[in-house]
């Protein structure tokens, strides 16, 4: 009885200790943040959360498409804001002619770490000049950003995750157009 209770108390610690190491192994998480022209940029708190949880219908209106977030590419057009919810694995995706509520204009390898919100906004507002030819403050438009922190903590890459910045309407409103130059 004795030899059995040491085999299961082994095996219940073993089962543990692999439960704590296993968010060691990464994350898919999303972190996000906005910035506006009337607002100077600010260390937001990240949202952390994992992007395995849902996947959304596929669109059904002529010409949209989904795409999961994580997947966006400079230049599409977003039919709705970015997703905010952690459990939001796709977007739809329309023609940026069309109404629309965001776009993507960069994409860029980042480094994760305490200070997450500056590095995002410093290189939103770099990118946002290249990609529209005008500077944020003072145009119509907010930024906002999506992290996808797909970090492997067992490998030596400095910079593991991937920002997506978009710009939206400053009042809210829909786009109807690219910004892009």
Known sequence: ????????????????????????????????????????????????????????????????????????????????????????????????????QAEVYLRAPMAVNAAIADVANRDCVAGFFQYTGRRIDGSPFAMTYLVDSDQDRTSSDPAPSTLICLLQAANGGPLTASARR
Do not use: E, F, Y
């Open 1 to 100: 009885m004795r030899v059995r209770r040491r085999r299961v108390l082994r095996g219940l610690s073993a089962l543990l200790t692999a439960m704590a190491l296993l968010p060691a192994c990464g994350t898919n998480g999303v972190h996000s943040g906005t910035t506006s022209a009337s607002k100077a940029p600010t260390a937001n708190p990240a949202t952390v959360a994992t992007t395995s949880a849902a996947i959304a219908a596929p669109a059904t209106t002529q010409g949209n498409r989904t795409k999961k977030w994580i997947d966006l590419d400079v230049g599409d057009c977003l039919a709705d804001p970015p997703p905010t919810d952690p459990s939001v694995v796709t977007v739809t995706i329309v023609d940026c002619a069309r109404h629309h």
